[in-house]
Every structure is written in C-alpha cells, then in structure tokens.
C-alpha cells in the first residue's frame, strides 16, 4: 500500500475506544471488569505497558474511579472504563474528580439496566445518570458516539475537554457501539487536536490551585513538582483550604458549572440531517442515530420532509439545536433505547413550538428504521 | 530538629490551631508523622500525604507536601494512583479506624496484597469522632456507642493480623503514649520497600472516653500504658495473660516483590523486546 493511501481497518467501538486513548496520550488506566466494556481494559492492559503508561485492574468499581483521579494529579492522562453497575459505583468519585477539577475520561459502555439487568444487551438508560450520577450541582460533559469511528475520534476529544476544562468528561457509549465491527481509519499524527491542562506559570509560593475568574479554569500543577498543594473534597476558596463558609460554596459551585456553561461553543457538537426544509424532525443519539438517518431517508421517499438532530455532545445538552428545530418543525420524535430520558431535554427546550412524541424499546434490541418510520408516518 | 524548626518545615502554620477536640491523641500523631519524614529526610516536594474521612482525614490540611483529602474510606485506593504514575513519589496515607476497617477494608486489602509502597499509618482511636460516637469495627465487644447503647455485640478485629495475612511486608503497632517507639516505627515503616502498616492506639476522650466511663485524656493515656505489651515481652507470656491487652512494636516484617517496580520491569521488558 502507499503512503498516502488510506488504510482502513477492522475494529469494534471498544477496540477503537483504545487506539483514540492511545492517540489522545493515555498514561494511565485504571478498571474493573465488567461486560459490555472490559475490551477496554484488555486492549490497555496489553498496550500501556508497550508505551510506558501504567495500567492496574483495582479491587473494584469505586477503587478505580479512586486511582484515575490520583495518578492524574501526578500529571498523568487517565481513563477508566465501565458500564451500568460499575457506573452507579463510579459515582462517588467522579464527584469528587469533578469538585477537585481533576481532569479524567470515564467511559461507561451503557447495558440494559436496572441492576445487573441484561448485562450483554445495550441501553441508553444512563443518559440522566451521566448527568446527575453524583451528588450535588455539578459541571456534566457527556459525548455519545454512533460509530465506531466516531468511538476513536470521542475517547480524543474526551481527553482534550477533560484537560481543557479540568473535570471527568464521561463517554456514554453502548453495548452496539462498543460490540459492533466496522472499518475506520486511524488518524495520523496531525490530522487531530491534542489538548494539555494548563500548568502553573507561577512560582510555588505565589500558586493559588483554585485561583481563577468567576467562570475560569484554574492551572494545575502536578503531585511531586514541588507545588506542595491541598486538594479536598471539602468546599474550598481560591487556597485549596476549607472554611466551611457557605459563600466559598456559593462561588466554587458556580464556577464549577459556569466554566463549563460559559464556553459551549468550545464543547457542543450536533449533527444536523436534512433540516433545511424538514417539517419533522428525529432526535436521536448514538446508534439509535442510525436507525433514525434510514427513516429519513425511507420517509423522503414517500415525500415526508423529515430532518435529524443528533446530539453528539449529549451533555451539556445541546439546548439552542433544539430549540431552533422546534421553531422549525411542527413534530419532534424522539426515539431512544429507555423509556423516555432524552426525550425530557427534547420537550423541556421545544417549549411547546412543536409537539414532541416519544418512541421508545426496553426489549434490549435496537430500534429499527422500520419502527420509526410508522412512527413518522402517524405523526405528521 | 527543634520543634519550632520542625513546625516552620512541615506544617501549613496558618492552618493551626487544629480542629481536633481538647484531649485528643491525634495530635501526637500527626508530630510523629512529621518527625518520622523529617528522620528519613523525605524531600517534601516529593512527598504526598493522603487521607479519607473522620477526624484523622484532616491531618494532611496541617502538613506542608502535596496532600490530598479524599471520599471517606478511599484514600488508599487514590493513593495507588498516586504512586503507580508516579513511583518516585514518597507516600503516606493518614486514615482511622471506621476509614480504614470498615468503609475502605476492601482497598487496605488489596493495597496490602499488591504491596505497593506506601505508609499507612491508622488513627485508631475505637469510635467514629467526626459523627460523634458511632462504634467502628475495632470498637471492642460490648463498649458503648451512640449507635450501640446497649452495649456493641459486633467482635472487633486485628487489623495488624488482617495486614499481614493480606501481604503486607512491614506491619507494626505503637501507641500515643509510647510516643519515642511510634516515630521509631513510622520512621521504618517508610524506609521500607513495600507496603508498610502502622497501627496507632489513640484516644477520644470526647465521644469514646467519656461514654465508656474511661476518664479523661490523661487517664485514657494511662490505659494505653498499662495495656501495651511490648513484643519481646509478649512473646514471653501465655496467651491468657494477654487477655485484654494489646502488642506494640514491629510484629511483622517480610521481604517481597513490590508492585510499582515489578510494573516497571513489564515495561523495561517490553522495551527490550
């Protein structure tokens, strides 16, 4: 093969999930076995060691969330990977990572819940739980991908936004994605963006680890540079110290949440189907997503001007896609693998411009092009 | 290293007084802490100190090296992380008994099992202070408790025979009032090459001492003077005279592997390859 041919190659989402970490920098991974995601911590057990990084299967769920977050404050890139109950587990350190800003990629290959439900079937039942997972308010960034492709290209932009905005960025893929083979193309160097936490420019004695402006990041410095800094789970100020005042808790709180709110154009990604002269539109995510774009093309056949919305970025959620689309459109359907959790975002941002109609499976199958397109045609 | 000099060097002095209640023994734990780093001439840019939940927990706040207050029970678990990425790390985890047996046993086993180089060091001081009085799992048999006021039927354990059947390669158990032996320990404990573990006997006259009619501070030390037996001394006597007493010093030190650096020879071995 020549040099500037492209090679494609044969992969699952979880396999890609690997190399995009791999690209993106990874040095370190922490896990826990759980189907659907273990092909994660198989595929890193196997590479990191090649390439220097460190991985370590800990004793459970918690204990991992618990290593990602301390080897990222010596300055490592972390992830963890996991799904459904190993998700609920996570939940208590990932707002810990999130109060502490301590930058870190969490990937939750999602399957059929509650409990160990059908631990080898897919779901898109943790949507709110990506959101609200962890106690307290909280800056949330969650990316879904609907192609294997597109789990390469996400586990980099993860890392980018967890290292850009200094909190756990959460890879809300699924059982489809993380099992499913297609053939992508693994970028070369330069072809993406790699993104590093900003470090302090200031000596230690002038460090403030939590100095930054109302709606700002603060630079971090690495465990073992000298910094000799204190990070708690507590409300902070500015110092990294606790005072136990409710106005620290007041300012960190909000600006915990407004880093993230104030930059959504640096954050939000959507892909928008056919909506220029769309009467009806689909919100879907991930491989629902796919399903989606094969009714619309079925129901253009038929004449049904149908347009798609696909939040990759799932949190923040993409509130002003919606919102345009409603103003546009007479009718929204929103089909999703759980019984209605995507479609509560769609309907709180339609605000009534459009009616919003639910289609939803919690049969552990995907929902087909065929089943959305008689949803199409008894809707519009 | 006068004390003045010792608390200029690794103390955030702005952060004193601290919170710890009139009396209690954590205190002397944490100047043990600091004069066993201070012994080993840790360099304190290179050195992390990290902690769970309770009264114990917030010992770090008061040390002047990279610390890290985490969730309640886990800090041996962020502390792996720690040290894993970072091997040329020293460090040292704070905990107490409810953190350490109860919350966060599973992590103290496995830490202890992969022997990974870090100091643990154990504020026992029988009770959950920072809740006010709730019996943990070394709350002896039948000792009160907010949660146990008829009397505690839970069987407290020995987290020192815990540790070391787990792995653990240097296990000792001082107390606060034996204050000499438990820099001593502490010191050794983080000389060591693997997973050090140190029990400390401490006192809370305000939720334990007071409850269980044990006086205050002073006499709860005096307990500890009379219910420590030193390990010479115990290997001596027949199990029947050490019938509600307890054994400091080091009682346990093995060679073995430890976890970063079998991890780094994978890596050299890949390179290799």
């Not at chain 1, 909000?254 to 009806?280: F, G, P, T």
């Amino acid at each position: 093969m020549g040099k500037n041919e492209i090679e494609a190659v044969l992969m699952s989402g979880n396999e890609a999930c690997v190399e995009g970490a791999l690209l993106a920098g990874i040095n370190f991974f922490a896990g826990y076995p759980i189907t659907p995601s273990t092909e994660i911590a198989e595929g890193l057990a196997e590479r990191l060691p090649r390439v220097g990084g460190k991985f370590i299967q800990m004793e459970d769920e918690i204990a991992s969330m618990a290593a990602v977050a301390g080897a990222s404050l010596t300055g490592a890139k972390a992830m963890t990977a996991t799904s459904g109950p190993g998700f609920s587990l996570k939940q208590e350190n990932i707002g810990f990572a999130a109060a502490t800003e301590i930058p870190c990629v969490v990937v939750n290959v999602q399957r059929f819940g509650p409990s160990t439900g059908l631990p080898t079937s897919p779901s898109q039942a943790d949507i709110m739980q990506a959101r609200w997972g962890t106690h307290g308010d909280h800056p949330a960034i969650a990316l879904m991908p609907a192609s294997v492709q597109e789990s390469l290209t996400l586990t980099i932009t993860a890392f980018n936004l967890a290292e850009e905005f200094r909190t756990p960025v959460i890879l809300l893929m699924d059982e489809i994605i993380g099992h499913m083979r297609e053939g992508i193309v693994i970028p070369r160097k330069g072809e993406y963006v790699i993104k590093n936490r900003a470090k302090p420019t200031v000596s230690p004695k002038e460090y403030l680890p939590y100095g930054a402006e109302p709606d700002g990041v603060p630079p971090m410095a690495n465990f073992g540079d000298g910094y000799r800094y204190h990070v708690t789970g507590l409300i902070h100020d500015e110092t990294g110290f606790p005072r136990g005042r409710g106005s620290d808790g007041d300012y960190l709180v909000r600006r915990l949440v407004n880093k993230v709110m104030s930059r959504l154009d640096q954050i939000l990604m959507v892909e928008e189907v056919e909506m220029e002269d769309a009467r009806l539109a689909l919100v879907a995510c991930g491989p629902v997503a796919r399903s989606a774009k094969r009714a619309l093309i079925l129901a253009r056949e038929q004449g049904i001007k149908v347009g798609l919305v696909r939040p990759i970025t799932i949190w923040p959620f993409p509130e002003e896609a919606i919102k345009a689309a409603a103003q546009k459109v007479d009718a929204i359907i929103v089909p999703e693998l759980n019984l209605g959790q995507i479609a509560l975002e769609v309907e709180r941002n339609a605000c009534g411009n459009a009616t919003v109609h639910r289609l939803n499976r919690v049969d552990a199958e995907l929902i087909t092009p065929d089943e959305i397109l008689a949803k199409i045609q008894e809707v519009k | 290293m006068a004390m003045k000099e010792l608390l200029t060097k690794y103390t955030r002095m702005d952060k004193l007084p601290h919170i710890w209640c009139p009396g209690c023994g954590h205190g002397i734990i944490l100047g043990s802490v600091i004069r066993a780093i201070d012994r080993q001439k840790l360099d304190p840019g290179k050195t992390s100190v990290i902690s769970g939940i309770g009264c114990s927990g917030r010992a770090p706040g008061y040390m002047k090296f990279d610390t890290l207050h985490t969730t309640h029970g886990r800090a041996l678990a962020f502390a792996t992380g720690v040290k894993l990425a970072r091997p040329e790390l020293n460090v040292i985890v704070l905990t107490g008994d409810g953190d350490c047996a109860a919350i966060g046993g599973n992590h103290l086993i496995h830490a202890a099992r992969r022997n990974i180089d870090l100091t643990t060091v154990v504020f026992n001081n029988y009770i959950y202070g920072m809740t006010s009085g709730q019996y943990s799992p070394l709350t002896p048999h039948m000792k009160l408790a907010t949660t146990a006021p008829y009397g505690n039927i839970d069987q407290s354990f020995d987290l020192c025979n815990l540790v070391t059947a787990a792995g653990g390669t240097y296990v000792a158990r001082g107390t606060v009032y034996h204050t000499q032996m438990l820099i001593g320990l502490i010191a050794e404990g983080i000389a060591h090459k693997g997973f050090s573990f140190i029990e400390v006997i401490t006192h809370c006259p305000t939720y334990y001492g007071r409850r269980n009619r044990m006086g205050d501070a002073v006499d709860m030390m005096n307990w500890q003077k009379e219910h420590a037996v030193p390990v010479k001394a115990a290997a001596k006597l027949p199990p029947e005279k050490l019938e509600g007493k307890f054994v400091i010093g080091e009682l346990h030190r093995s060679e073995g592997p430890e976890y970063t650096e079998e991890y780094q020879r994978i890596i050299d071995r890949l390179e290799r390859e």
